[in-house]
């Protein structure tokens, strides 16, 4: 039950670039915010909570893949690394000289008006520092300019692209302790 005078938000979409196991996703998320994830084991369905809320925490407190530990698991979580690099058990990294990826949310309140949040990260390999930078900006997801279009398709945008589509706009956030805040000042 909301609090008098709350306002009630619900995520309408997610999206994920490069994020582990999906290269370029976009989730509906219909009537009111309820989602029910089905799907065999390793299709997605805890890196798509892990994005949820990667996205609206900045990764503090986090443990990746929580769900296989509690499933009985030896083996520890995932590390953002590993997301970033989109790294399988199997086969290794996908993209073994590193990567930029990005999960985002666009959610509305009850007057409709949709905000997008997002984190960008970015790691050179397995034990590289990751470097993150936060989005919020009053538009739908598909207004925030994620990929580049190049010859072969397209690839994640840079943090300095992300930047420099902004320009002076408020949105982009090089500091993601203050995106954290703003998250949770606004949400």
């Keep these: 039950m909301l609090a008098a005078g709350a306002e009630q938000y619900t995520i309408r979409r997610i999206r994920l670039i490069n994020f582990h196991n999906f290269v370029d996703e976009t989730i509906e998320i219909r009537n009111g915010g309820h989602l029910f994830l089905l799907g065999d084991n390793a299709s997605g369905k805890t ?31 995932r590390r953002i690394q590993g997301v ?22 666009e959610i509305c309140g009850r007057h409709g008006t949709p905000t997008t949040i997002a984190v960008g990260m970015r790691a050179g390999g397995m034990d590289e520092k990751v470097h993150r930078w936060g989005i919020i900006r009053e538009c739908p997801l ?19 692209e992300i930047r420099d589509a902004f320009g002076s706009a408020s949105g982009y956030f090089a500091n993601i302790t203050v995106y954290q805040r703003e998250v949770a000042n606004r949400f």
């Excluded at 970033?84 to 949310?105: E, F, K, M, Q, S």
Aim: net charge negative.
């Design 84 to 105: 970033i690099l989109r790294y399988n058990v199997d086969t290794g990294p996908l993209n073994p000289a590193g990567g930029v990826t990005y999960a985002a949310l």
């Design 142 to 160: 598909e207004r925030i300019p994620f990929l580049v279009p190049e010859l072969q398709g397209c690839r994640p945008a840079s943090r300095e």
């Design 47 to 77: 890196t798509l909570l892990d994005a949820v809320h990667y996205v609206l925490t900045a990764g503090e407190s986090m443990e990746f893949n929580s769900a296989a530990r509690i499933a009985g698991s030896r083996e520890e979580g």
